[in-house]
Nanobody, 119 residues
Framework: QVQVVESGGGLVQAGGSLRLSCAAS????????MGWYRQAPGKQRELVATITRGGSTNYADSVKGRFTISRSNAKNTVYLQMNSLKPEDTAVYYC?????????????WGQGTLVTVSS
């Protein structure tokens, strides 16, 4: 089994910064892609940013230039540095980890962490 736990959410004023972390734990697994998604009230979950094991990144247009995704393969952890936050960034942020276990590819989601940006 693989577990994923996010941390770092909270309340911040517009223009401020937050750093989210997501750590994967378990045994006998290999992590491939890692990513952050978010879901605002009344809206569908959307992609924020993803990063491959080799470090290639992909961002939603709405966060390009403001958010940075990074990872530590040694720590099985992915980070999301969020700068210049806007009220429209308010959402529950979810971490998704794609893992290989016994040659099977699995997606594991975290429980989510709330980010609230006040105007």
């Amino acid at each position: 089994q693989v577990q994923v736990v996010e941390s770092g959410g909270g309340l911040v004023q517009a223009g401020g910064s937050l750093r989210l972390s997501c750590a994967a734990s378990g045994s006998s697994f290999r992590i491939d892609d890692m990513g952050w998604y978010r879901q605002a009230p009344g809206k569908q979950r959307e992609l924020v940013a993803t990063i491959t094991r080799g470090g290639s990144t992909n961002y939603a247009d709405s966060v390009k230039g403001r958010f940075t995704i990074s990872r530590s393969n040694a720590k099985n952890t992915v980070y999301l540095q969020m700068n210049s936050l806007k009220p429209e960034d308010t959402a529950v942020y979810y971490c998704k980890v794609v893992v290989t276990i016994s040659s099977r590819l699995l997606e594991v989601w975290g429980q989510g962490t709330l980010v609230t940006v006040s105007s």
